[in-house]
């Protein structure tokens, strides 16, 4: 079929600025006229010169709008020279599957339509993610170049009149233009579960579960139905009724597609009734995991991270590709930090954000690296990896024969064990936010700094004294980028750290987030609840960051 594209006038919106991940507005936003076809273009020509003649890769959640938006994709595409996109049935790829398919077929690159853990909906949040052809999130570079255009656009190439089934595997060829565009749509869960078939011994794992292990996997409404429902039901006979929220939802029934304790706690009553011994969850794009063990034993994402290094002799991958390097995102705790001392490896900590993981990855210095935010994942792929997570662990419990809560008292008795929790004040009106955030950063500036280094806190037997306060920043090591401002941080004389940081994946109003972490090597206290070991660390921190004083907020939203 012979089309034609033609040039539509238009003018910027602002704001159009990608956070932590992508951009992120709510679902009105997008839906206003030309603002997606405004940011499509606008990332289209951020790839410059390497756009002609290239593939690239798109699917999402399955939020609402994400059809539309995919529609979109393929008209400014076809008019913009692109040579071939490469689509999941129905719009539908998770994250780490868009990232494993950019790899596999060498694509450009790919563009991700969620807005992840946020909710859904006409009322809830859209996303638009552009990664790179390493497979990972752009870099702040590329991000900030798409910004750029985005401010100053004026018009953007569209093509009408191309009409692709989302729903039929198929490879249609259109010219556009007098050059030919391809759109090939795939299984969205093909090639990626062909990639944990390579990284995993499935047979292992299915020995594992026909001796009894008991597992239920929720989806959570979220892109990951059809990938648990070929992996863990087609694959590794785990009964249907062991897989839950499989059908992905435009507005994911509801919820908050955020696999923790507050918007996942439907998944932890159920361990609780003590039937399963393995439980897990994903967000909205599947790069995010909740483990569960049995009787809801909670392995916090820190942990979880620390436990696969230590253990990665399990997964046959790590015999073929031997572990370099281990990092960690900023706030993330220090468990990762003693595995890598005690068992020789070196550490990377980078700002909070997977882009910042990639470039380490290609350089070959970096193998399994975590967020404390539920994200995990390693080399395989340039995004975190929900689904790998879970096979991950369910190798090491395969080839360990423990429980979950047996694998984690063994780590703790060798590592020691770093107690970590995570407070999230969601919605705080932006102006408190904003000016204690500042009021932050000028209590850590050069000048003020000497009035907190020094200052200490007794809370019952214990004594905290400040030793260090910043703003933290990271040099990359490979390309030697500066990035500022990355949280505020208080360090404590025996190591505890106090972190403060303003959301950037919250579409509107300020998330705040607070994290706690504290290395305990005293054995007879590896048994005590989180809450309880950080109750004066916590009290201390919002002492000093005077957080009710700023906000007049009291309470968190979601306590991790
Ligand atoms: C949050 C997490 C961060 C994660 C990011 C994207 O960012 O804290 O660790 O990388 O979400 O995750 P922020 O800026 O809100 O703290 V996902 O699964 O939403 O793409
Ligand atoms: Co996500």
Known sequence: MALTSEVVSTSPFSGQKPGTSGLRKPTSTFIT???????????????GDKLAGADLVVGGDGRYFMRQAVHIIIQIAAANGVRKLIIGQNGLLSTPAVSCLIRKRQACGGIILTASHNPGGPNGDFGIKYNTSNGGPAPENITNKIYEISEKITEYKLCRGIEVDLGLIKTSEFKVDGKPFIVEIVDCVEDYLGLMKEIFDFGAIKKLLDSGLKVVINSMHGVMGPYVKRTFHQELQ????????????????????DP??????????????GTYGFGAAFDGDGDRNMLLGENAFFVNPSDSVAVIS??????PYFKKNPVQGLARSMPTSGAMDRVASIDGMTLFEVPTGWKFFGNLMDAGRLSICGEESFGTGSNHIREKDGLWAVLAWLSILASRGQTMEQVLQEHWKKYGRNFFTRWDFEGVPDEPATKWMDNLRD???KDKVKELVGRSF???????TIAQADDYRYTDPIEHRLTLKQGIRLIFDDGSRAIFRLSGTSSSGKTVRMYIDSFESDQSKYGMDSQDALRPLVEIALEVSQ??????IEKPTVIT
Do not use: R, W
């Open 547 to 552: 957080f009710k004083e700023f906000t007049g």
């Open 260 to 273: 923790n304790l507050t918007y996942a706690a439907d998944l932890v009553e159920l361990m609780k009734k």
């Open 33 to 47: 006229p030309n603002y997606t076809e405004n940011f499509v273009q606008s990332t289209l020509a951020a790839i």
């Open 443 to 445: 209590m850590v500036s």
């Open 310 to 315: 230590a253990n990665a002799s399990c997964i």
């Open 458 to 464: 007794t809370k019952g037997s214990k004594t905290f």
């Open 238 to 257: 785990v009964p249907l009724e062991s897989c839950l929220n499989c059908d992905p939802s435009e507005d994911f029934g509801g919820h908050h597609p």
